[in-house]
């Protein structure tokens, strides 16, 4: 499936190869530790994580499909080209180098990374091995904490390099079969055990305990380090014991398939190794320093977008929750890394189990691993960007030494002193034994006495001298509590309070467990909380574009339209305009005419089109004012009739003589009202000339007017007619008022002037 014979470097990439190698050998042999197996030993003091680079070769997948490209180059053992410039077709135009560019696509990045060893695809698990790891078996040996974890997204070859396989052992069997190998030629008293655990779901499960329903367990803070509560430690005896361990918990661990691996491991593993080594005697004084290294072998689950999850609703909280201690874990990296005095450490059970190894007493190499091709490109540059932040981190490293240097005499004084203590005790409880006796003794003769006179004595039996009697109270023998039986007393009363004591611790452990359970439920809580905030907020910026939609279509379709109505007043003015200029050329070339028939003209048709102003002008006020007087004048004609049938009765109740008073002043008050309102009697009906009468008879008056001007000789001049009386002319279009003293005279527009003997045409 693997093993696609790495590309042939371009002549470029071998240009790079061979001006990288001067200076990268000299960074190599500053690396230290790493750089050189043989080099077993680190200063105490300030040390830089180690950040390697692997890099996996293409899978069969990638290569069957043409749509992917490797973006990941290796040109050095210390340098990749991330998403690197690809060969360039050039051509010559009028002589000069021009290159083929296809706009459509992405530029390439082309960035460079620098790492302290960058392994390529075609390097195997044991060159990662042999060049980096082995050398931290040296400073266990020493008692350093050592730590390697591998960091990478889903299917990018973390557990292949930590634990690999049968045919192709990872790191982690490599490193602990030479462990046992060195521990072997050491001449040491060792002692190691070993623990796997693994974070799933944020839970911690303990892999080397079966059990159907794993029971989560706690972590415990212990000054600067984090134990977990009940996690199983074993002590191998081989280094094959330990790797059936190391197996046995492989198969527990929670695997599922993703996009990128059909064996996904979805948690993250931590397999522990303690190592206890005291040197044996040499010769009369032995070197008594007891040395105690820990190493942590830390598998990290893949990083995996959530578009790449399949809708199986468990894959999401898991993938969720892997890209939340991920997230943690980087946090605490940039941290680190920018030497910040807070490093949320506590924002993961992740991050709280990795204290130790990232910034604490530890020697630490990080394994990024990538996969080269581009359909991972996003995970490939966060990987590469979060390595490259890690490299800044510095552990402080000290060794871990229990100092026991004694002296044989020192020794043997000791021992002399420890007889002499335990042959004072042994006098102690012969004393104490033998003074149970004698009160027990005194209690029962005590006894013996006050019942004497009722029974004979039964014979005692002999006491045996191991047997225990309970002891007397103050209160029943008060003389015999000699200071052994208060010591005694003492000892069980410190008993009773350790008993309490351990009740006590046992409660304490169960609130702390339950609080970190609730702190973890709170921690997913707010995950959740921010999570939904996201959608919520991505919901609402939705709908605030939709409506903006909305509102903008809405916008469009007024703006139409309002175009189109504009367009359709222009018009409509244009052609107002146009006909009014009409009329007044027309006007104008009549002036031009004889004045004589003008005048005619003027007299005939001057009304007419006076009239047909009025009514273009006044038209709708005109009839809203004849609405008005006809109910005006049927409310006044209701009161007039109402008037004389009230007079009728006035003067029938009269004639019975049944007014009263008050009836009386009542009538007179009415009459006195009806007087001062006076007789007001209205026209029918306004004779308002409508448009169609109106052009009709024009029409007729045209007619007219030709004839006479046609029948006419033409040296006959027209006689003035008399123009229609005003009088005349007011009493066909006003009102007819007879006094009215309450009614207001009709305002301004509702009168019409009478014809004033020429044509008004600034009125218009
Ligand atoms: N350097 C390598 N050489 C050959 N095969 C490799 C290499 N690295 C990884 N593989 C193969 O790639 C596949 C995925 O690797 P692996 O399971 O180690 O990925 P991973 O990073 O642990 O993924 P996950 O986070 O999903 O568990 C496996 O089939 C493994 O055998």
Redesign the pocket.
């Known amino acids: ?3 696609r014979p790495i590309k042939k470097a371009s002549p470029r990439k071998r240009k790079s190869l061979t001006l990288k190698h001067g200076p990268s050998s000299k960074r190599l042999s500053n690396v230290g530790i790493l750089a050189t197996p043989s080099s077993k030993t680190v200063a105490p003091g300030s040390s830089n994580i180690k950040v390697l680079l ?1 890099v ?2 293409s ?1 069969k997948k990638e290569l069957d499909d043409n749509r992917w490209r490797d973006v990941v180059e290796v040109v050095d053992k210390d340098l990749v080209i991330f998403d690197p410039k690809e060969e360039e077709d050039f051509f010559f135009h009028h002589g000069k180098k021009q290159t083929f560019r296809d706009i459509n696509k992405k530029q390439p990045k082309n960035l460079q990374f620098n790492f302290d060893r960058v392994f390529g ?1 075609e390097e ?2 044991s060159d990662v091995y042999q060049q980096s790891i082995q050398g931290l078996i040296g400073n266990l040996m020493n008692g350093y904490n050592c730590s390697v974890f ?1 960091y ?10 930590m634990l690999g ?1 049968p045919d ?1 052992p990872g790191v982690t069997p490599l490193l602990m079969k030479e462990l046992y190998d060195t521990l072997q030629l050491e001449n040491a008293d060792v002692d190691v055990a070993c623990s796997y655990l693994e974070i799933y779901n944020e839970h911690v499960h303990d892999l080397l305990v079966e059990s159907s329903q794993p029971k989560p367990l706690q972590l415990r803070e212990d000054g600067a380090s984090v134990m977990v509560s009940d996690l199983s430690w074993h002590r191998p005896a081989s280094a094959e014991d330990l790797m059936s361990i190391l197996q046995a918990g492989n198969l527990r661990r929670t ?1 599922h398939p ?1 996009d ?7 948690s993250h593993a931590v397999f522990q190794v303690l190592v206890k080594m005291k040197k044996r005697c040499e010769g009369a004084a032995r070197s008594g320093q007891v040395r105690c290294a820990k190493l942590s072998m830390i ?4 990083s ?1 977008r959530a578009a790449a999850t399949t809708n199986n609703k468990s894959r999401f909280t898991e993938g969720a929750n892997i890209n939340k201690s991920l997230l943690a874990l980087g946090n605490c990296i940039n941290a680190l890394a920018d030497g910040l005095k807070h490093v949320p450490f506590r924002n993961s059970k992740l991050t709280r189990l990795l204290k130790g190894s990232l910034g604490g007493n530890c020697q630490t190499v990080m394994i990024a ?1 990538v996969s080269p091709s581009n359909a991972v490109y996003e995970d490939t540059y966060n990987t590469l960007k979060y390595a490259t932040r890690a490299k800044k981190i510095k552990n402080r490293v000290k060794k871990n030494l229990i100092s026991v240097d004694i002296t044989a005499a020192e020794t043997a004084k000791e021992l002399d002193s420890a007889r002499n203590e335990i042959a004072d005790l042994q006098a102690k409880v012969a004393a104490l034994q033998k003074e149970n006796l004698a009160l027990k003794r005194a209690a029962e003769e005590h006894i013996c006495v006050s019942v004497a006179a009722v029974e004979p004595p039964l014979p005692l039996p002999e006491p045996s001298p191991v047997q225990e009697t309970p002891l007397p109270t103050p209160e029943a023998s008060p003389k015999a509590l000699t200071p052994q039986v208060q010591e005694k007393r003492n000892n069980l009363e410190i008993l009773e309070t350790l008993k309490a004591l351990r009740e006590l611790c046992k409660r304490y452990e169960a609130a702390a467990g339950a609080k970190y359970f609730l702190v973890a439920e709170l921690e997913k809580l707010n995950y959740n909380y921010e999570v939904k905030k996201l959608k919520l907020q991505r919901i609402n910026e939705l709908c605030k574009d939709a409506t903006q939609i909305k509102v903008t279509s809405l916008e469009i379709k007024t703006q139409a339209q309002r175009q189109n109505l504009e367009e359709k007043l222009f018009h409509a003015s244009t052609e107002e305009e146009e006909s009014l200029a009409a009329v007044k050329r027309a006007i104008e070339s009549l002036q031009q005419f004889d004045t004589t028939i003008f005048s005619f003209a003027n007299i005939m048709l001057g009304p007419y089109c006076e009239s047909k102003v009025k009514e273009l002008q006044f038209g709708p006020c005109q009839k809203l004012s004849n609405q008005k007087n006809v109910e005006i004048e049927t409310v006044q004609n209701a009161f007039l009739r109402s008037s004389a049938v009230l007079q009728k009765c006035y003067f029938a109740l009269k004639g019975l003589c049944c007014v009263s008073p008050e009836v009386q002043a009542q009538y007179e008050d009415l009459l006195s009202f009806v007087r001062q309102s006076g007789n007001v009697t209205f026209k029918a009906e306004e004779d308002v000339p409508d448009g169609k009468k109106s052009d009709e008879e024009f029409d007729h008056l045209m007619d007219e007017f030709e004839q006479e001007l046609m029948a006419r000789p033409l040296d006959q001049t027209f006689e003035a007619a008399a123009p229609p009386s005003s009088e005349s002319m007011d009493a066909t279009f006003c009102i007819e008022t007879k006094k009215a003293p309450k009614r207001q005279p009709m305002e301004a527009p509702f009168r019409v002037k009478p014809y004033s003997g020429a044509l008004n045409t600034g009125r218009i």
Request: hydrophobic share 25%.
């Open positions: 499936m693997f093993g692997r996996r070769p899978n695809p195997a698990t591998a990478g997204a889903t299917g990018a070859g973390k557990t292949f390099t396989s192709h695997q993703t990128a691996n059909k064996e996904s491991s979805r598998d990290l689950a893949g995996e691993n």
